[in-house]
């Protein structure tokens, strides 16, 4: 069984998703098998508040080159986090403002 912080790997924090705040939408990077019934409740436990839906997608790497070689980035999944409306925002995003 994965713990919350397992699940919940780091805030995502561009301008398009601190513009998602308004609507009270946040964005995390979670662990790739992490269902959208766990990324609910991790979030819930490790935050405090209450999740209305989640939508998930995974990120696929990206082709870099550095002179003669090329690789890939590693992939990743991103959820996007809806609150309801009576539930409290989340104080980390809130400093960043």
Excluded: C
Excluded at 3 to 10: E, F, L, N
Excluded at 28 to 40: G, P
Excluded at 41 to 50: D, Q, R, T
């Amino acid at each position: 069984m994965k713990t919350s912080q397992d699940i919940v790997i780091r805030p995502i924090i561009t301008e398009k998703t601190m513009a998602g705040i308004a609507d009270r939408k946040y964005t995390f990077e979670v662990d790739k098998s992490a269902t959208k019934i766990e990324i609910a409740a991790a979030v819930k436990e490790l935050f405090g508040v209450n999740v209305s839906k989640v939508h998930t997608m995974h990120v696929r790497g990206q082709l870099r080159r550095q002179g003669r070689t090329e690789g890939y980035t590693r992939s990743w999944k991103k959820a996007i986090v809806t609150l309801t409306e009576n539930s409290k925002t989340i104080e980390f995003f809130e400093s960043m403002i």
